[in-house]
């Protein structure tokens, strides 16, 4: 009965800590809209249209009955990452029921309250990544509270499955088996080891297949290219890692030496609740994460395809915290019999997870922009309404133009207009998508100045060729970094009006 009563009450403190109307609500930005606009091509297409998501992600996507609230998929995905975190929390070898209980709400309430959470409530598998991570190391600690071959073969199917929803996975898995295997070397538990070793390599043989038969088209030269920052050479690993820590600190929500401290405490209560092999798993996990991104593999310590190692972390945390409470009320009970041991336990996790969620109050229930702590591109930028309002008032001989970060969006919230898939293409995505009855769009196919100056001529042109009234609508969105002043650049031999507001208007061009 404790068991489901703290469940429940870690799922309805989910929309309490999170903003779930803005994350269903807000518009969906450049790269939420092309994955957004791949439910809308046939199922088919699926493998080209997934490219660097999972295609299991893809699949999940089309089940939701409202394109508009597709991430709900991600805050599904937030839940299982809780539920995974209390079941490993839960699963050590506690006293007594009672203090596991404690244990695995704590591992719960450090997922549920960490910052970085906030920030993930785009349309990416990047909460699917976290969830499956703590999930294969919740299964570690259950393989190991009561060894047989039946939870090796449950641990081996998750994994196998667990591909096809996240890919790292691919990181995961070798710790979690790399770490039964060790744990069984150093017990000499041999016929044991034999058995971790030919479920770990079906397991291997079934994520290789997995990624060169689906995974691996979503990683093409284009996709390398904007993840070079974050593939470190060998000999710049100390001065990087120093530098995405201090980037990542923010969302991690306390200071260095706690965090540090706190995972060292994790480690230590794992050993010592007899879960060497979970101690191990999450000790290999970071070595696993800096050897594949030297390697160029996968981007190391970036605040999105790393998130799965913070949440991690937080879980490892929240055993910390339970395992300090634990011998707190060992201590206590010492000096009071009469006082209870997971009561005891209890307050004093109330006591520290409350400061860490009071230290990080102004995280919660974030709507993508709070000024002076963070913000998200769901907040800053907005091409559904100019989508919609452009829909409303253009004429039959207008021409719209825009940028192609603003491209996926205005295809995917013209939900009238038909849309056929052009593939490869040589973008980070993959593909492409054109709108054969749409002659009057003209998008831009590159980000510098002489790019947007021909396209914005072609517009103009094309708005004269057209007929009498021809007007020329601009539509832009994620305009950042050099394209911001290659737009001004080349706007400034036009006459720009803008008829509408928000953080990504509409405006009407013509020639000055």
């Known amino acids: 009965m404790w068991d489901s009563t703290a469940v429940l009450v870690l799922l309805c403190l989910i929309p309490i800590v999170h903003d779930v109307k803005t994350m269903l609500t807000a518009p969906y930005w450049l790269d939420e809209a092309w994955v957004a606009l791949s439910v809308r091509f046939p199922l088919h297409d699926l493998p080209v249209t997934t490219s660097s998501s999972p295609l299991g992600w ?233 050897t594949v991104g030297v390697a160029k593999i996968y981007p190391l310590l970036e605040l999105r395809t790393s998130h799965f190692l913070l949440v991690t972390a937080a879980a490892v945390a929240g055993i910390g915290v339970a395992g300090l409470a634990n011998l707190t009320a060992d201590l206590t009970c010492r000096v009071l019999p009469r006082a209870r041991p997971a009561v005891v336990a209890a307050a004093v996790c109330a006591l520290l997870v409350g400061l860490y969620a009071v230290n990080n109050g102004r995280w919660y229930r974030f709507d993508g922009n709070t000024p002076g702590l963070y913000y998200t591109a769901i907040a800053v930028t907005d091409v559904r309404s100019a989508t919609r309002y452009v829909a409303k008032h253009r004429s039959t001989n207008d021409v719209v133009v825009m940028n192609n970060g603003a491209w996926y969006g205005f295809a995917f919230y013209s939900k009238s207009d038909r849309i056929e898939l052009v593939a490869p293409h040589g973008n980070t995505v993959g593909w492409w998508v054109e709108m054969p009855d749409r002659p009057d769009v003209v998008v831009v196919p590159g980000h510098d100045t002489a790019a947007i100056l021909a396209s914005l001529q072609q517009a103009v042109e094309l708005a004269a060729r057209r007929g009498d009234g021809g007007r020329v609508w601009l539509i832009r969105s994620h305009v950042i970094g050099d394209e911001a002043a290659a737009w001004r650049q080349a706007l400034a031999g036009y006459q720009v009006e803008q008829v509408t507001d928000g953080v990504e208007p509409v405006a009407l061009i013509s020639k000055g």
């Not at 294969?136 to 190991?144: C, D, H, R, T």
């Open 58 to 290: 893809s699949f999940l996507l089309r089940l939701v009955p409202d394109a508009d609230h597709l991430r709900l998929v991600p805050l599904a995905f937030h839940g299982l990452a809780v539920l995974a975190a209390y079941a490993f929390g839960r699963s050590l070898r506690w006293p007594t029921p009672g203090r596991g209980v404690v244990a695995g709400a704590a591992c719960a309430a450090a997922v549920l309250l960490l910052p970085a959470q906030q920030v993930r409530h785009d349309l990416k598998q990047y909460t699917s990544d976290a969830a499956i991570t703590v999930a294969v190391l919740a299964l570690v600690a259950w393989v190991e509270q009561d060894w047989s071959r039946r939870r090796l073969s449950v641990i081996t199917a998750v994994v196998a499955a667990g591909m096809l929803f996240s890919h790292v996975t691919a990181i995961v898995a070798p710790c979690a088996f790399g770490a039964l295997l060790l744990t069984a070397a150093i017990r000499r538990q041999w016929p044991r080891l034999i058995e971790v070793a030919l479920a770990g390599l079906n397991a291997g043989l079934i994520l290789t297949a997995v990624y060169f038969g689906i995974s691996a088209q979503g990683r093409n030269e284009p996709m390398q290219q904007y993840w070079a920052a974050n593939f470190p050479r060998l000999t710049e690993l100390p001065s990087y890692l120093g530098k995405q820590l201090d980037s990542l600190a923010p969302v991690v929500g306390a200071p260095a030496l706690v965090v540090a401290g706190l995972l060292v405490a994790g480690a230590w209560t794992l050993v010592k609740r007899d879960r060497l092999a979970s101690a191990i798993a999450v000790s290999l996990l970071p070595v696993a994460a800096v």
